[in-house]
């Protein structure tokens, strides 16, 4: 029916009508409301309708993995935001850095959260990788997703290296000669690769362009479309891994707190499904009790999922913002291919690797590294066991438990050693 209302009344209604005609529906109060919000949503369909309870235990995934993906999120926004004064040239690219910090409104600001945040970026995802591995969560059928995953760290640790040149003062020049110099320690084609990333035989202008352009085109869109497949596979999976038999409504028993209310009203429906068979004429031979496969320990990803999701990037947000106002980003005296810095260190996370090259140039630098990832790559394939899937620390997984930690040790504590004990000349020193 159509209605002819005054412009006065039209201009009352205004906000009211602009705020409909974006969210056409009142916030979810019945289940198929909730069901519908969350699939007719484009940010929300990728999302199932239903999450399995145990997926939202904070203790299970400790919220990592979106704790990653706000940070990959707020590095995009701001990275954009800093491509309007940044000038990749060797004359100007310091001096926009001053300005940045001196001139610009939020300048320093954004400068900060963006480095504090690439810094975090890189412990987080390493986090999760780690949460993915003591939970055994790369077993199948995750195989394929724990290898994106590790190409997306691989790409992290990528974009965190390019952008260290970026601001081109000393700090970024020697810490990317000493990183890529890291790189030429490979037999046969190291040099070759050292040279296709600097574009010269230096560290100089041909390298901060390709550094630029990989920083802020290349692997920001190869991780946007690996993101996008890690996702998609998440749910193509079956959500996330969690013990064996927490499926099953029997599951209630060991799993009793938030889900006893949730499973009361399923129970019957359950011991039918034990019971009784299907027959789907013509479609499969044979009768089959199908009913009780599907999982019921699940609740609505609105507002339950959300929610949490919700959480976890309002507290990544905070969390920057309120390190970017306390501590600044450095910024050394301009690049000086003159003047090394004694000693000259590579960024933290390639600490471990630069004092394994003081060993051996090439087990520490491209040997071991190499071993380390192809190892990570295989690792679902070498582990096809199944007992102990979705359970932190299982007894069932020890060796490999233990061989992870262990190489974590070492890392860390070459880290350490790099980082706080080495001194001129690369000899050892006490920092006390
Ligand atoms: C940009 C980096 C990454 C982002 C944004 C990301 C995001 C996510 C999210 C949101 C989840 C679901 C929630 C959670 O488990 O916390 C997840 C699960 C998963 N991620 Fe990642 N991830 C990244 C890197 C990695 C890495 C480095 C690995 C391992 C090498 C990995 C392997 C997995 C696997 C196997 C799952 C499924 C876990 C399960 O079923 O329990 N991801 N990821």
Redesign the pocket.
Known sequence: MATDTGVLANLLALPRNVWDSIFRNPLPSSDLARSQTTFSNLFLHIHPVKTHAH?LRPWY??????I??SL?VVLSVGGVLLMFYYVPSVEQAHNRMLDLNGTVAFGILLRNMHRWAAHG?VGV??L??C???Y?G??RRP?EF??I???L??L??LGASFTGYLLPWDQLAFWAVTVGTAIAGYAPVMGEQVRFLLLGDRLVGQEALIRFYVLHVAVIPVL?TLL?AV??WR?RK?G???RPEGLDLPEAQAQFPEALQGKLEGLAPAAKTAKTKTFGVMGIVRGPFNKLGNTPDNTVYSWPNLFLAELFCFALTVLVVLAVALLFNAPLEAPADPTHPPNPSKAPWYFLGLQEMVSYSAFWGGVGIPTLFVVL?LLLPYLDRGTRGT?VWFSRHRLLATTTFTLLLIVNLVLMVIGTFFRGPNWGLVVPW
């Open positions: 997926s995934t400790l919220g990592l993995g979106v990653s993906f990959f970026m995802v390493f999760h990788l949460r993915v591995f939970t969560s790369y995750r997703n724990w994106v995953g590790v997306l760290f790409l992290t991780m993101v890690h996702f998440i999976d959500g996330l891994s990570l979705g």
